[in-house]
């Protein structure tokens, strides 16, 4: 069935807008997003639950990345055997410790994160039974230093004229200083975050009745882990659903003494969902997102190429993305049935 895939097509305006609402924040009311997008609470709310129901978005709550104790990142390139390459995502994705996992272009097969708990000491013990799945023919990993920007609501810029969506500041970042330690959550609090990883905007009463606690009790933990960013809250939809073609993955070399002004300036830009440093080469490693080839030719040549200090970049086309927040994406297996030739 390409029932998710053709949903896309069928998107307008309003669709276009909810998104961007959802992506600002996944679990505002349908009467702040219709206020948001100037529609009614009834068709916003309509609209919005069937964009859900079609797989088109998926909004999930999980723990801030390192609120559970110390952890490293390490971005992974690997080249796959010929033909094995969605074989060996698949294999990788069920794996708890990939954060982010996607098939590209370019150099390498696929490009993932993967999170180290306990710190860079454990990976050689991670990568064992990571380095073991059939299929992989070559693995180049590299500690993430720094995380510059998260842009989980790079869609803003479609809209940010013709939307009352607060301003930027109103949103705390994603990248900030932790407040959160594993003493902020005990029990009762991951089994509320287990309710809303699968579905990210059930009611707090729904997740209390289920659980045997009254809805206020539910409401102050939330609000709570809220409060000390020790939860995100992810809304994961296809750049495609609003009209950006192209997604790219860019390793850019920058001169030592220049690496942090390059990257203020790149963190500007609302095309870059996604920026850190890595170890290698001295580079930044950046997530653009753009409408088509034609505007990622647009951002190169006149925009990263005149960033005093940038030596250089490689990068690649991302295909098709499963797992980004450790969240399975609802809509890869679609894209995959979509593009595979009938069977006669």
């Given at each position: 069935?390409?029932?998710?895939?053709?949903?896309?097509?069928?998107?307008?305006?309003?669709?276009?807008?909810?998104?961007?609402?959802?992506?600002?924040?996944?679990?505002?009311?349908?009467?702040?997003?219709?206020?948001?997008?100037?529609?009614?609470?009834?068709?916003?709310?309509?609209?919005?639950?069937?964009?859900?129901?079609?797989?088109?978005?998926?909004?999930?709550?999980?723990?801030?990345?390192?609120?559970?104790?110390?952890?490293?990142?390490?971005?992974?390139?690997?080249?796959?055997?010929?033909?094995?390459?969605?074989?060996?995502?698949?294999?990788?994705?069920?794996?708890?410790?990939?954060?982010?996992?996607?098939?590209?272009?370019?150099?390498?097969?696929?490009?993932?994160?993967?999170?180290?708990?306990?710190?860079?000491?454990?990976?050689?013990?991670?990568?064992?039974?990571?380095?073991?799945?059939?299929?992989?023919?070559?693995?180049?990993?590299?500690?993430?230093?720094?995380?510059?920007?998260?842009?989980?609501?790079?869609?803003?810029?479609?809209?940010?004229?013709?939307?009352?969506?607060?301003?930027?500041?109103?949103?705390?970042?994603?990248?900030?200083?932790?407040?959160?330690?594993?003493?902020?959550?005990?029990?009762?609090?991951?089994?509320?975050?287990?309710?809303?990883?699968?579905?990210?905007?059930?009611?707090?009463?729904?997740?209390?009745?289920?659980?045997?606690?009254?809805?206020?009790?539910?409401?102050?933990?939330?609000?709570?882990?809220?409060?000390?960013?020790?939860?995100?809250?992810?809304?994961?939809v296809p750049a495609a659903a609003l009209g950006m073609g192209a997604e790219t993955l860019l390793l850019v070399r920058v001169s030592p003494t220049r690496l942090q002004a390059v990257a203020a300036a790149l963190s500007q830009y609302p095309a870059v969902r996604y920026l850190a440093a890595i170890l290698d080469d001295n580079s930044l490693f950046?997530?653009?997102?753009?409408?088509?080839?034609?505007?990622?030719?647009?951002?190169?040549?006149?925009?990263?190429?005149?960033?005093?200090?940038?030596?250089?970049?490689?990068?690649?086309?991302?295909?098709?993305?499963?797992?980004?927040?450790?969240?399975?994406?609802?809509?890869?297996?679609?894209?995959?049935?979509?593009?595979?030739?009938?069977?006669?």
């Amino acid at each position: 069935m390409h029932d998710r895939v053709k949903a896309l097509d069928t998107l307008d305006g309003l669709d276009r807008k909810i998104i961007v609402a959802l992506q600002y924040d996944g679990r505002a009311s349908w009467t702040a997003i219709a206020e948001m997008v100037g529609s009614s609470t009834a068709t916003v709310a309509r609209r919005g639950q069937q964009l859900i129901a079609d797989g088109v978005v998926r909004i999930a709550v999980v723990p801030a990345l390192g609120s559970w104790g110390q952890v490293d990142s390490f971005l992974v390139r690997l080249n796959c055997h010929p033909g094995t390459q969605l074989e060996v995502a698949v294999a990788l994705l069920a794996h708890e410790d990939i954060r982010f996992l996607t098939l590209v272009t370019g150099q390498y097969d696929i490009m993932a994160e993967v999170v180290v708990s306990g710190g860079a000491s454990h990976y050689p013990h991670l990568i064992k039974s990571l380095q073991s799945v059939v299929g992989i023919k070559s693995w180049r990993s590299n500690i993430i230093m720094h995380v510059y920007k998260v842009g989980h609501d790079w869609s803003r810029q479609l809209y940010a004229e013709t939307m009352k969506l607060p301003a930027e500041d109103d949103k705390v970042s994603l990248v900030k200083d932790k407040s959160c330690e594993p003493a902020h959550f005990d029990d009762a609090d991951y089994r509320i975050l287990t309710e809303l990883h699968e579905d990210g905007r059930v009611t707090l009463r729904a997740v209390g009745e289920k659980m045997g606690m009254n809805e206020s009790s539910v409401r102050r933990r939330f609000d709570r882990l809220r409060a000390k960013g020790c939860i995100d809250i992810l809304t994961l939809v296809p750049a495609a659903a609003l009209g950006m073609g192209a997604e790219t993955l860019l390793l850019v070399r920058v001169s030592p003494t220049r690496l942090q002004a390059v990257a203020a300036a790149l963190s500007q830009y609302p095309a870059v969902r996604y920026l850190a440093a890595i170890l290698d080469d001295n580079s930044l490693f950046c997530e653009l997102i753009t409408p088509s080839v034609a505007d990622l030719n647009e951002f190169i040549s006149h925009t990263l190429s005149a960033l005093d200090g940038v030596e250089g970049w490689t990068g690649a086309m991302e295909l098709l993305y499963l797992k980004r927040g450790f969240v399975e994406t609802p809509w890869w297996r679609s894209q995959v049935d979509y593009a595979s030739p009938p069977t006669l």
